[in-house]
């Protein structure tokens, strides 16, 4: 469930927070608004006695009397530095040696010293236009998990099985996602794609692509090729 400024307005309007709110307050608050939303960490923060929550994939605040919810960024001005982005980037962060490679198609490139995971929807047309640009790429392991999001989607979980069964997966990948060559082979083998639809949902990747960079660092959405590299040689290091 993703959270909307209209849907918060209107809840803020039915029912206001709790009057006195701390961690436990604004959690038992927030989930009788919202039932059914993932609430992984609030925290006091630093400035303007706001509390951050990390709900559902997104940063809030809310305030310390507990009466108020707030969307958007929290910037710093004096610094020039926008505060949710940069907590985003830390709350988003994975250990990307404990992903788990083997429900992904490897492709190395070069010496394949660099690494980048990329959950990717055959069928999204983001993920297509990245293709491109990562083919541009030299000396990276490429990990790509087929992430098939079916309610964009419909077909793609089907697809994303096919490429998985073909006998040269990358090939299958390639020639699907470059050339419009739909997959042959049949979508039964042994797959890790559901696996992968579950992981993403723990990781909250709601949209395609999403990239992982050796150091942790999550970016979402289409990056250009000499953006890229640039990332890539930061997060190993080099």
């Known amino acids: 469930m993703k959270l909307s400024t209209?849907?918060?307005s209107l809840a803020l309007a039915v029912a206001p927070l709790a009057?006195?709110?701390g961690e436990a307050e604004i959690r038992k608050a927030l989930l009788a608004q919202f039932p059914h939303a993932k609430i992984s960490e609030i925290t006091k923060t630093p400035y303007a006695g706001l509390y951050?929550?990390?709900m559902d994939g997104q940063l809030v605040y809310a305030s310390p009397d507990g009466h108020y919810v707030f969307l958007g960024n929290v910037i710093d001005l004096a610094a020039h530095k926008n505060l949710t982005e940069a907590r985003m980037s830390q709350l988003q962060r994975v250990d990307f040696n404990s992903l788990p490679f083997d429900q992904a198609m490897k492709w190395v490139k070069g010496d394949g010293s660099r690494k980048l995971a990329v959950f990717t929807d055959p069928d999204c047309p983001f993920c297509r236009k990245l293709e491109?640009?990562?083919a541009k790429l030299n000396n990276v392991t490429l990990y790509l998990f087929p992430y098939p999001i079916p309610s964009l989607h419909p077909g793609s979980e089907k697809?994303?099985?096919q490429i998985w069964c073909s006998p040269d997966r990358i090939k299958a990948w390639n020639d699907?996602?470059?050339k419009g060559i739909a997959p042959t082979a049949s979508p039964n083998?042994?797959?890790p794609v559901k696996k992968n639809m579950a992981l993403?949902?723990?990781?909250d990747i709601s949209g395609t692509p999403t990239l992982f960079f050796q150091n942790g660092e999550r970016i979402p959405g289409l990056v250009p090729a000499e953006q890229l590299d640039k990332l890539l040689s930061a997060a190993a290091g080099k």
Not at 200 to 203: D, R, T, V
């Open 132 to 134: 491109p640009e990562l």
């Open 189 to 191: 083998c042994p797959n």
């Open 19 to 21: 009057a006195h709110a």
């Open 6 to 8: 209209a849907l918060f």
């Open 159 to 161: 697809v994303a099985q």
């Open 176 to 178: 699907y996602m470059l």
């Open 200 to 203: 993403g949902e723990k990781l």
């Open 52 to 54: 951050e929550v990390y």
